[in-house]
T-cell receptor, first 114, second 112 residues
C-alpha cells in the first residue's frame, strides 16, 4: 500500500511564476490536508479538503493561494505569482475519514523562489 | 485562537541521557498526537492520547496526557543517535471537526 505521494519533491520558481504542488493520498483515504513549514518552524495548517469539497481553508492566505481535490486525480495546491516568502516545505497529509483520524504525511515539496 | 506551545525549542543531550519535551495548550484538547520528523524528512505519526491522565509507552518513549487535557509530555529514556529529529505535538479541540494545531517542535540532537 503506497503512502502519500507528493510531486515534485523540489520545485524552483522565479518571482511572479506559478507553482503547482500535487498530492496523491493513500489508497482509501478521502481526506487531504495541506501544511506549510518554514525552516526551523512547526507545521502550519493551510487547508482541509475532501473529494470535490473544501472543508476548511482558514489557514490559506487570502490571495494567490488555492487548493482543489477533484473527483479524479491528485489534490493540487496552487500558488500564483510566487514571492520569496513562499519558499518553504509544503506537506500534504491524508486520513481515511475525518479530522479525528491519524494523518499520514507525504514526503513534502520543497519550494524555492528565486 | 487556540495555541499549542512546546518547550524546549532545542535540546542537546549526550547519548544515554534522558530527554523530555513538554506541550501546553491554551484550551482543553479532545486529543493530542505526537509526531517525529527526521532532518530532511516528513512528520511521522507516533501516538495519539485521548483520555485524561493517559500514559502510553513505546519502548523507550513514554507519552503522558495531563489530567486537565491541556498539556502533554514525551519522555525518552537513554537516548540513542537514532532518536535525533524534531518532535511535534499536535492538539485538536472542538470535537472531531477541529483541525490539528501543531506546536513548533523540539529539535533533539544526540551526541555519541
Amino acid at each position: 500500500n503506497a503512502g502519500v505521494m507528493q510531486n515534485p519533491r523540489h520545485l524552483v520558481r522565479r518571482r511572479g511564476q506559478e507553482a503547482r504542488l500535487r498530492c496523491s493520498p493513500m489508497k482509501g483515504h478521502s481526506h487531504v490536508y495541506w501544511y506549510r513549514q518554514l525552516p526551523e518552524e512547526g507545521l502550519k495548517f493551510m487547508v482541509y479538503l475532501q473529494k470535490e469539497n473544501i472543508i476548511d481553508e482558514s489557514g490559506m492566505p487570502k490571495e494567490r493561494f488555492s487548493a482543489e481535490f477533484p473527483k479524479e486525480g491528485p489534490s493540487i495546491l496552487r500558488i500564483q505569482q510566487v514571492v520569496r516568502g513562499d519558499s518553504a516545505a509544503y506537506f500534504c497529509a491524508s486520513s481515511p475519514r475525518g479530522t479525528g483520524e491519524t494523518q499520514y504525511f507525504g514526503p513534502g515539496t520543497r519550494l524555492l523562489v528565486l | 485562537g487556540q495555541q499549542v506551545m512546546q518547550i524546549p525549542q532545542y535540546q542537546h543531550v549526550q547519548e544515554g541521557e534522558d530527554f523530555t519535551t513538554y506541550c501546553n495548550s491554551s484550551t482543553t484538547l479532545s486529543n493530542i498526537q505526537w509526531y517525529k520528523q527526521r532532518p530532511g524528512g516528513h512528520p511521522v505519526f507516533l501516538i495519539q492520547l485521548v483520555k485524561s491522565g493517559e500514559v502510553k509507552k513505546q519502548k523507550r518513549l513514554t507519552f503522558q496526557f495531563g489530567e486537565a487535557k491541556k498539556n502533554s509530555s514525551l519522555h525518552i529514556t537513554a537516548t540513542q543517535t537514532t532518536d535525533v529529529g524534531t518532535y511535534f505535538c499536535a492538539g485538536r479541540n472542538g470535537g472531531s471537526q477541529g483541525n490539528l494545531i501543531f506546536g513548533k517542535g523540539t529539535k533533539l540532537s544526540v551526541k555519541p
